[in-house]
């Protein structure tokens, strides 16, 4: 086993303060530093600094693309730690590919996977969240990632086929397709699996070295339709039956404040640059639309106005199967009072479904934060009365410390409605934020102090609506230590998670504290 020393005279391990302090933070919560910031750039070498760190002492803490805003890789308290680093992993596999089985490193990116897996003809059967210029594959796994596919693979996690993971003392665990073979892939049912154990987990069991993702044929025909609702009740129904019905790969609908965000946040030269992109398209992404100009002239402003807007992509193995998909989705946003509106939206995301992340902040340079709760189709319109009533108890201090707030919705799969509240706060940006967003949209946003009480309203704000709901059972995403996992189990389910832990983690090395999961009895 190498030791610590070795691996910083390799350049595997940097004690830089600079360095250390660029991961002491995600896009809302700050923490600790490191001691260490481990990047391996191979699989030997990720296991070699796992177990090298883990032995010295240090908690094992690992980070992929850092898109995250629930503290997952931001430790707290006062444990030693070393940051796993891994976007360094980034081999993609494509010898199973004709088996329906794609092996990737942990900090390949989805647009990476997307972009090779599109040069065969194919795709993941979930293919990334909207952050997946910079989002990796590992953490989308740990955080269960949605949106892309999700309308019909609800999460990343269920198109994963099997893992393979470094525990703390530098064993390796393989599950799944994995299980039986480090060099080929094998057929996944064999008795219990334990691959969706580790979806999710935030690196509480192990760091992911190597994820096998199921993949598929790109469709052959792909069309969007957007529709106007006057209530969220409507818009939510629609939404519900079309997840029931498998028509759509994926829906998104804004409420009327969040649209508004949307449209002032792109500007005329984004807009054409976006239409380029879309020229450059074939196949059936520019049917229905009125003429090309109208993507340009759609993209300013038009969804002011129309109410909670809903936007459905579909796609079908032929032209005639994508024309009654679609007339099934128009039949049933018709049924619950939708109005057809220019399908801008759908066509723009279509296209380019890993576009520059800007919008981490809000259209005037605010911080911006999410939170979210899956929730079973008949309880969506509860939840999201639910937050209205938060943010009314609230809104003095909304007011007084100028937050706003807003809500995206989602389908993940067939019965599970997403809905997420953003908030948006004058406040200082940190430097995960200048590393993201383009230098143009840097240049234009005008630098302002930090605000600590607005953030930590924002932060009971967040707690505040996450209660709100916990009476229509909701689920929870990218967990980290943000959402009450720990707390929400009975006492037998508790018992077994923490039971796992002490069985992967004797000695608490593996990110203490996601989940919420105790350490085991007697470690440091």
């Known amino acids: 086993m190498s030791t610590l020393d070795e691996l910083s005279a390799a350049g595997i391990a940097s004690a830089d303060p600079q360095l250390r302090a660029r991961f002491n933070h995600d896009f809302f919560n700050s923490g600790a530093s490191p001691e260490l910031v481990l990047a391996p750039r191979s699989l030997a070498e990720a296991r070699e600094a796992i177990q090298a760190a883990a032995a010295s002492g240090l908690a094992v803490v690992p980070r992929g693309g850092g898109m995250s805003y629930t503290g997952g890789y931001v430790a ?38 997307w972009e090779v897996l599109k040069a065969r003809g194919l795709r993941a059967n979930f293919w990334g969240p909207l952050s997946g210029l910079t989002a990796t594959v590992g953490g989308g796994l740990s955080q269960n990632a949605i949106f892309w596919g999700s309308g019909q693979t609800a999460t990343a996690g269920d198109a994963a086929r099997g893992f393979e993971i470094a525990l703390p003392d530098g064993e390796i665990l393989r599950t799944g397709v994995l299980a039986r073979s480090a060099e080929r892939t094998g057929v996944r049912h064999f008795g219990p699996d334990l691959t969706q154990l580790f979806v999710g987990d935030a690196g509480r069991f192990g760091v992911k070295l190597r994820i096998a993702l199921a993949v598929m044929p790109l469709p052959q025909a792909t069309g969007g339709l957007s529709f106007s609702f006057a209530a969220p009740e409507a818009l939510l129904a629609a939404m519900g039956d079309i997840a029931r019905a498998g028509l759509a790969a994926q829906q998104v609908g804004f409420d009327p404040v969040l649209a508004n965000l ?47 807007t809903l936007h459905a992509m ?65 309880r969506a319109a509860a939840a999201y009365r639910n937050y209205l009533d938060t943010l009314d108890v609230h809104r003095e201090i909304m007011e007084r410390l100028s937050i706003s707030s807003a809500a995206l ?115 440091p």
């Open 76 to 113: 707290a308290g006062q444990q030693r730690f070393a940051l796993v680093d891994l976007r360094g992993l980034t081999a993609i596999d494509l010898s199973s590919a004709d088996d329906g089985i794609v092996v990737v490193e942990a900090g390949v990116t989805w647009h990476q996977l």
């Open 262 to 308: 949307r449209s002032r946040r792109q500007s005329l030269g984004e807009d054409f640059k976006t239409l380029t992109r879309l020229l450059r398209g074939q196949g059936s992404i520019l049917k229905g639309l009125r003429d090309a100009a109208g993507v340009t002239l759609a993209g300013r402003g038009f969804l002011e106005g129309a109410g909670f």
């Open 314 to 378: 579909c796609e079908a193995r032929s032209e005639r199967s994508l024309r009654e998909l679609l007339a099934e989705v128009t039949d049933i946003a018709g049924r619950h009072g939708g109005t057809g509106i220019e399908n801008t939206i759908p066509t723009v995301m279509a296209a380019a479904p890993f576009t520059p992340l800007n919008g981490v902040i809000g259209p005037n340079g605010e911080r911006w934060v999410p939170v979210h709760g899956l929730f079973q189709a008949s």
């Open 409 to 523: 919705f989602s389908a993940a799969g067939p019965g599970v409605i997403v809905i997420e509240p953003m908030f948006f706060w004058p406040d200082a940006l940190e430097e995960l934020h200048r590393e993201t967003l383009e230098e143009k949209v840097m240049k234009r946003t005008k630098p302002v102090p930090a605000n600590p009480e607005a953030r930590d309203a924002v932060a009971a704000l967040r707690r505040a609506v996450v209660d709100a709901w916990a009476p229509l059972d909701p689920g929870h995403l990218q967990v980290g230590r943000s959402y009450p996992f720990a707390q929400r189990l009975d006492s037998t389910q508790r018992r077994l998670f923490e039971g796992i832990a002490a069985l992967v983690d004797p000695l608490g090395r593996s990110n203490p504290g996601a989940l919420g999961l105790e350490c085991p009895r007697g470690a």
